[in-house]
């Protein structure tokens, strides 16, 4: 007499579907680092202090060195846009195509007008940072916290030309 016993298990599928759940809920937690990156680019750019040169036909003031760009146009401020992470891009960005931003960014001795509004100096950047810290612990499969998660925000800058 011969006894088969033959066991079916669905732990990989299982495992498969936290996989993916987990995938989509750091996409989205991405997605609002990213977006709120922005936003902290934007309100850091309203809120800069004044007292610069006064200049063009509009009378625009500049911001202070070591501030982030005074608003004129608005080129620069509307021109922010975040490429979203997703469940194959473990990553998103905040990135502009205008030419001069580069130029505002970069110190002094890189031959820029030092305004930091997207660099690691920029009062952006550290916000964005404490917030992407205290934000991580929101990530969940279920009822079940992430505990760890592995933070990194990399600032980088692109030559992009046309």
């Known amino acids: 007499m011969t006894v088969k016993v ?14 993916d759940l ?5 996409a989205g937690y991405l997605n609002k680092v ?4 922005r936003n902290y680019i934007l309100i850091s750019m309203q ?9 063009g036909k509009r009378k625009h003031i500049a911001s202070l060195k070591d501030n982030a760009p005074a608003i004129d146009t608005g080129r620069l401020a509307n021109s922010f846009y975040v490429v979203p992470a997703t469940k194959s891009r473990n990553y998103s960005t905040v990135e502009t195509k205008v030419k001069y931003a580069n130029i505002l960014e970069q110190s002094f001795a ?4 030092q305004r930091p509004f997207m660099g690691k ?8 940072e404490q917030y992407a810290n205290a934000k991580y612990k929101d ?3 279920g009822k079940t916290k992430i505990l ?6 990399i600032y980088s800058q692109r030559f992009i030309l046309f």
């Open 34 to 37: 990213a977006n709120m990156y």
């Open 148 to 153: 760890w998660a592995f933070i990194l925000l």
């Open 22 to 26: 987990y995938d989509m809920k750091t």
């Open 110 to 113: 890189r031959g820029g007008l």
């Open 47 to 55: 809120e800069t202090p004044k007292g610069g040169r006064v200049y």
């Open 6 to 19: 033959e066991i079916k298990s669905k732990l990989n599928q299982k495992i498969s579907k936290a996989v």
């Open 139 to 141: 990530i969940s499969i």
């Open 121 to 128: 100096e920029s009062r952006a950047f550290k916000q964005t």
